[in-house]
């Protein structure tokens, strides 16, 4: 199993996740945080008493997926988050070595599939 982390463009947020969910992405954890320095996006920084730095608001976004499905995911990130300009982001690929589905108890690959809940039979 593979974790993405991309860090993009707030404007870009939601286009890339629209894009992930036609990708075959079930979910991901979408987070505002603050790019500090370097990793701040020009158009949105200010600076602030908290960091003595500029900082910008930026998405960080966080998948987790099969091996397999890593790159192409990382592709559809970069293609829809890309401006061409300066504080575009960054998209990082790491190895996650064990998954646990809290709910049932699934693990690894079988943890990260989404299963519709059975529905409730109506009392009567």
Request: hydrophobic fraction near 40%; glycine fraction near 6%; charge should be neutral.
């Amino acid at each position: 199993m593979k974790e993405i982390k991309a860090y993009i463009r707030r404007e870009k947020a939601e286009y890339v996740i629209s894009a992930l969910e036609k990708a075959g992405v079930p979910g991901c954890t979408a987070v505002v945080v603050k790019g500090v320095g370097a990793a701040a996006v020009p158009e949105e920084e200010y600076l602030s008493i908290d960091y003595i730095e500029k900082v910008s608001p930026v998405t960080k976004l966080e998948i987790i997926c099969k091996d397999e499905d890593a790159l192409r995911l990382v592709d559809v990130i970069k293609e829809v988050a890309y401006s061409g300009r300066r504080g575009d982001g960054m998209i990082f690929v790491s190895d996650i070595n064990y998954a646990v589905k809290i709910r049932t108890g699934e693990i690894n690959d079988a943890a990260l599939v989404s299963r519709p809940e059975n529905k409730r039979k109506k009392k009567e």
